[in-house]
Every structure is written in C-alpha cells, then in structure tokens.
C-alpha cells in the first residue's frame, strides 16, 4: 500500500454536524428517562433502583457522542479498540436484570450515533412496552401471592434456647404463610435476629403475623419489606 492510499483511508473523515449531532443527544436523553422510568417503576431487582438508574442517562448519551465520532474517521475507530482494550470496569453487576437495561441503554446510543434514529427510537419504546405487558401479566396471575423479607429482632428471649425460638417463629410464620425460607441467623448474648422470605398468602396477614411474634415475646421488633419495591435511600 501507497502512502497516498493511507492518506486516504486514515484522512477519510466526514465532518461531524453540530446540528445532527445535538439532535441524536436530545432523543437519547429523552430515551434514557424512559429507560430510567421503566426500570424504577417495574424493575424488580433488590438494589438500590432509584440510583443505578441515573447512571443511563450518562451510559446512553456517552455512546452517542462515541459513536459519531468514530463512525466518521476509521483511524478513530483503530484508536477507540486501543484504548478500550485497556480499559477495565470492576463493579460488579448484581442482577441480570441491571445488565439488561445497561444494555438497551448501549443499544440506544449505537443506534443514535449511527443515524438510525427512527428504528431506535421505535424499537427502544417497543421493548420498554413489552417488558410492562408481560409485567402487568404476571402480578395478574400471582396477584393473591406476596415475597417478603421479615425481620424479628427479639430483644429479649426469655432464655430460651436456640431451637425453641426457631420451632416457635417457623410455626407463626407458617400459619399465615404458604412458604417460608430462613435467610439469616444471629445470636448475642441479649437478643437474636431472624430474617426469612415468606411467601404470603394475603397482605392482612403481615399484621397477624407481627401480632402473633410480639404476644409470644412481647420485647421483640419486627419489619417487613417489600423485595421487589425496595425504598430508595
């Protein structure tokens, strides 16, 4: 190969619209608070969704603002492998879930950057409107059933021992449960915790359960929490 031929390939750069380019932003910003307002409003994942979800924003618009630059000079695109096969991300992803939206979010800034603009926009919206029908569906068909984290931190155990006060928790939970599972057990010298996720039959029974626990160990905290609607800190 000439140098005149490599002059060509690495000088073939089309100039970037500023006017393109701020449009594709303002879409990708408008698509990343849809993504943000999904994932707050039917994500189910127990982190904290209220703050990983303002990291789309971000996510979407940086890929647009990659993309288009890139797509325009081919010894930028050479450059941008280079430096991103140095580039290491350690935090992790919890749920697969997360990895989902991180990923719709991606998908949205290539689309953007590359100039389709309107079979993302449509595909992003079609996605997002899937995800809610098929979430609207299954609460229908589980909409008597409830997952709960309950926490019960006795506070004094009137000396039982260990294997009193479990045979006595598990027999309250299961009254008023339809499955329970022991997640946590911590024993000090004064007081125990216990968390389970319980799977409720009906949401009145959060108070007979409580009741129950608090009239055999009158000194005794208990807190439910809701697993897939976890308050945002």
Do not use: C
């Not at 060509?8 to 943000?36: M, Q």
């Not at 992790?92 to 979010?105: D, M, N, R, T, V």
Request: aromatic share 8%.
């Amino acid at each position: 190969m000439d140098i005149n031929s490599q002059n060509i390939i690495f000088n073939s750069s089309e100039e970037l619209s500023l006017v393109t380019t701020i449009f594709s932003l303002g879409v990708g910003l408008a698509l990343s608070i849809a993504i943000r307002w999904h994932f707050r409003n039917y994500g189910s994942t127990l982190s904290n969704r209220e703050e990983f979800s303002q990291v789309f924003p971000f996510i979407l618009m940086t890929t647009i603002l990659i993309i288009t630059v890139v797509k325009s000079s081919i010894a930028l695109s050479l450059g941008l492998v280079g430096a991103l096969s140095i580039v290491r991300f350690r935090t992790p992803i919890k749920e697969p879930e997360e990895l989902a939206y991180l990923f719709i979010s991606i998908a949205a800034g290539l689309g953007l950057g590359a100039g389709q603009i309107k079979v993302t926009v449509v595909s992003v919206i079609l996605i997002l409107l899937f995800m809610m029908f098929l979430r609207n569906n299954w609460k229908k068909n589980d909409i008597s059933g409830k997952n709960l984290f309950i926490s019960i931190d006795l506070l004094d155990p009137s000396k039982k021992n260990k294997e009193e006060i479990m045979e006595d928790m598990n027999s309250v939970l299961l009254q008023h449960s339809r499955k329970i599972d022991l997640r946590r057990f911590d024993s000090r010298d004064s007081s125990v915790e216990l968390v389970y996720l319980v799977d409720i039959s009906e949401v009145k029974n959060i108070n007979d359960i409580a009741n129950e626990i608090q009239k055999k160990y009158p000194k005794t905290g208990v807190t439910f929490l809701d697993q897939n609607k976890l308050p945002s800190i």
